[in-house]
């Protein structure tokens, strides 16, 4: 009987567990926490609950992306609640309109933190945006030109870009990412799907969000940074911040910086000045006011196609942008919040060119290709009177850049937002209600239009495995009436910690994005050209499925997505018979298909890689000029590379830091003043690192275009040689 009841007691391990689940604070669940034991390990599913078999009781240790690691001791029923980590770079907020952990939103999306910001001394966006997969950057020239970004094939107004939830997109979509610079953000998302759904139109390929940095409430002493550079091209730039708080009621942060550069040839000079201020305010524990500000002044030359051989010598653009955010967010209770949103937008550009330039005398030698599709390369530029070689032909071109009127663009957003948030254990509901009225000056004339929306997300896990998220919002606009955007997304848990896997999620999702007309497009009033009141927004149709999996305790992360995206109801300008003005119509159309695989490591001694690498097929399947050799049926799309990546490697010890990367992009459709319709790829490598000198000073270096590479992002249009700058940065 002894002898029965020492077994009885022996086995009891054997079918013992803990069962428990892993929440933060709000009381929501953590999906994919560690929880290790004894030799023993489990994940969290999506709905925060996890199983150690054979154990009634141990110390664990539990630990989750984002979240502070924490031992404590457990038995069934267990209940750990983990600690915000600060800023979390494997958490979003664009992707849903609230915290969500990558794996639950269901699309491709990276996050860009702080940390990576300083190591490579505060870009401009346009920069760090180069390293996103599936975006392509085009930039007409150097610093300070025309900068637009193409998320997965999509038109350059299909990528909503906010910056603490305020738009910053001209009504349309079209925007200028070249002012926009990095030292006042503390992070940077990017959604590389339609997010209409949760952000209207605009949002028809994908969203791009800065947030501003925040200071400390619990700081009452100032912390500040200067920092001052020169290099290449006479180029200086300063930058300061302070912030900090009061009373644990008050944080503030003050950024300020000025770039100016030379630039490398004739009027190729640019200048940037700009602020930003982010104050908040506490008026409990559960409701606080925040008011944000961004602002920007900048001049700029510009000297035309410069690789041709073209210059405009007295051609500027002066550009002066502010955005302004008013903030409430309040909690009521643990699961309900609720946050109220006033922003104001508004953007004046005035480009002057008041005398001719030329005529220039220019040739270029070009060879035709027939298949798969007609296409044309450009061998070389070449004197006039040059005698072709057998297989290119000889093209001439006599350019005069005639002076213009001066062209003044106005616009401005006013947009009122009331968004409610409920939490649950294992999911949360997101609604609201936004007003957006969107204005200008178009042909000398005031315009407006007003837009009206209801919106609704929903996340649920359903078990510990699966988790579910889709949405729609329904948009009312004066001009083009109702539309509704839908969107959906699945996310699967398919295996834990096994051996050296950590994790492997499946995810798929579908939705529809719109892109509303510009105000020229609705309302320009013209001799030559009118808008159409009558154009409908342009619908994009994305589908995806991504596999994610995670290695050695998530020290190295891998992910591959498909996706396939269909565009309608594109708006290109006519040309009617006379008498008729011409005007804008909703004519064309095109598809874009891709694999994107990513890949991230963080290995010992502080050294991590990273990399992307992108091929897109992209056709336009109806064009307004059917044969055109540019945008004709059949052609792919302009300046969306079939081939594209990034890699990283930094090295980062406790007293120096070092990153070396370089950007790759194949070759692309394009064209320019010959006739030519092909881009050839090129690889742009930099350099960054500096000291770490006590705890105030860091000297650093940076080194741009490494290898002195000569290319053109867009044809004709030289990109940037070789740059060398070096600075110091003082902090307190």
Known sequence: MYRLASLFLAAIPLWASIEGEVLDPSGRAIPGARIHCQGRAALSGFDGRFVLPGID???????????????????????????VAGPR????????RHETGLEQAGVAASVIGRAELERRGYPPLSEMLREAPGLAVARYGRAGSLTQVFTRGAQRTGTLVLIDGVPLNDPGGELNLAPFETTAIERIEVVRAPESALFGAEAASGVIQLFTRRGDAEHRLPRGALAYERGSFSTDRWTANLSGGSGGRVDYSLTTEQFHTVGEYPNDAYRNTSGAANLGFRLSSTTQVRAIYHGADSWLGVPNQVGYGIYDLDASQASRNATLSLRLDDRRGANYAQRVLFGYRRLRDLYVDSRADGPYQVAALLRDVATPVRR???????????????????????VLLWASDPYLQ??????????????????ASVFGYEFERQGGEITGSEVARDNHALFLHQ????GS?????????????????????????????????????SATYLRASAARGITEPTLVQNFARDPYYVGNPALRPEKTASYEAGLVQEWFHRRLRTEASLFASSFQDLIVFVFLPYPQPSTWQNVEASRARGLE??????????????????????????????NSLFTGEGQELARRPGNSGAVTVSLSPRRWWLQAGAVMVGERQDTDLFGVTRNP?????????????????????????LLNRRYYEVLGYSAQSRSITGGARLEW
């Open 57 to 83: 009781r141990c110390r664990a240790e539990v630990t989750a992306e984002g979240f502070l690691p924490q031992t404590v001791e457990v038995a069934t029923p267990a209940r750990v609640e983990l600690a």
């Open 410 to 427: 106005l616009t401005s957003r006013q947009n009122f937002e009331y968004q409610g948030t409920l939490a649950r254990r294992a999911g």
């Open 459 to 462: 996340q649920q896990a359903v």
């Open 465 to 501: 495995r699966v988790y579910l998220s889709g949405g729609l919002r329904l948009e009312r606009n004066s001009v083009f009436h109702s539309k509704l955007t839908p969107r959906g997304a699945a996310s699967f848990l398919l295996a834990g910690e096994h051996g050296p896997l």
């Open 597 to 626: 695989l990513t890949g991230e490591a963080r290995l010992p001694r502080q050294l991590s890689l990273g990399g992307h690498y992108t091929r897109m097929w992209t056709r336009i399947t109806r064009s307004s000029s059917p």
């Open 376 to 398: 044309v390369y450009l061998e070389r530029l070449v004197d006039p009177k040059a005698t072709p070689p057998p297989g290119t032909r000889l093209v001439t071109r006599s």
């Open 681 to 705: 790829g090129y690889q742009q490598v930099y350099l960054s690192g500096g000291l770490r000198l006590g705890r105030h000073w860091r000297p650093y270096l940076r080194v741009g275009n």
């Open 89 to 96: 770079e494997r958490v979003v907020v664009s992707a849903t």
